[in-house]
C-alpha cells in the first residue's frame, strides 16, 4: 500500500498557491542559455521516504489524519442483572469465578455485590448475548439477563415514590413494558402493600415483607412481561458501585 501523507482540501490549495505559478505563466531562468518556457503543472505520485515522512509530520500546513479519532469507540457502564441464580442450590454461579471468566472475555471494570447476581461492568455494545454465552461455556446454565445502562437505572430511583426500610421497598425491573393485569393485581394484592408503576419498572412497598406476599408469588402474571426483582438496599449498593 502507498504510504502517502492526507492532506485536507484547504491545506493542498494553499501550498500549490505558494508553490507553484498559475497555469500559463512564463517562467524565466537566471541560466541565460535557458529560454523563457510556459509553465504547465504536472501531477506525480508521491511515495514518502523517511525523512518525507518527518517533514509531513513537522509542517504546519502537510498534517496526518488521526484515524484514531476517526473510528473511536464509545464505551458505556452496564448494569447487569442475573435472574434465578445460587437459588436452593441451584444454578450456582460464585460471582468471584464470573468476574474472572469476564475479564478474560474482555470486559473492564467489573463489580459484582452479593450473590444474587447483581454487577457493574464497562462494555463496547449491549453485552446480554456475551454473557450468556460465557456464563453456558463456563458454568453449564444460561441464566435471564438484563443490562441497563446508568441513565435509566439511576433514573429508576429517583422514580421510587414510597419511603421506608430499604428491605420493604422492591425495584422490579421488567424486560419490556408491563402489560399491567389490574384487576388480578388488585386480587392479589395484600392491604398493606402499595404499588406503582413508571416506564419499565414495577414498584413494590410491602412493609410486612414479601416471604408469604401472594402478588410476588405472581407478579409476572400480573406484569405480563419477563422481570427481576430487587430491594432498595441492593438498588443503593448498585449505585454506590457506579458512583465509585
Known amino acids: 500500500m502507498t504510504d502517502a501523507c492526507v492532506l485536507t482540501t484547504l491545506d493542498l490549495v494553499d501550498w500549490i498557491n505558494i508553490t507553484w505559478p498559475a497555469p500559463g505563466t512564463t517562467v524565466c531562468s537566471n541560466d541565460s542559455s535557458k529560454s523563457a518556457r510556459t509553465f504547465r503543472p504536472r501531477v506525480h505520485k508521491w511515495r514518502r521516504s523517511d525523512a518525507d515522512r518527518q517533514a509531513c509530520l513537522r509542517s504546519p500546513t502537510l498534517q496526518t489524519t488521526d484515524l484514531k479519532q476517526r473510528h473511536e469507540v464509545v464505551v458505556s457502564t452496564y448494569i447487569i442483572l442475573l435472574r434465578g441464580i445460587n437459588v436452593g442450590g441451584k444454578n450456582r454461579l460464585p460471582m468471584k469465578d464470573l468476574k474472572l471468566r469476564l475479564q478474560d472475555a474482555g470486559y473492564s471494570n467489573v463489580r459484582s455485590y452479593i450473590q444474587s447476581g447483581n454487577l457493574v461492568l464497562d462494555a463496547k455494545t ?21 443490562a441497563l445502562t446508568q441513565d435509566p437505572f439511576t433514573a429508576a430511583i429517583d422514580g421510587n415514590p414510597f419511603t421506608g426500610a430499604g428491605n420493604t421497598i422492591h425495584f422490579y425491573f421488567c424486560k419490556t413494558t408491563p402489560q399491567l393485569d389490574k384487576q388480578k393485581l388488585d386480587s392479589l394484592l395484600a392491604r398493606s402493600e402499595s404499588t406503582a408503576l413508571a416506564g419499565d419498572v414495577f414498584y413494590l412497598h410491602a412493609p410486612d415483607g414479601i416471604g408469604r406476599s401472594k402478588l410476588v408469588a405472581k407478579i409476572e402474571s400480573c406484569l405480563g412481561v419477563s422481570a427481576t426483582g430487587r430491594n432498595l438496599n441492593t438498588v443503593s449498593k448498585i449505585q454506590l458501585m457506579l458512583d465509585a
Open 126 to 146: 449491549d453485552p446480554i448475548d456475551d454473557l450468556g454465552r460465557v456464563i453456558e461455556e463456563n458454568f453449564g446454565f444460561k441464566p435471564d439477563i438484563m
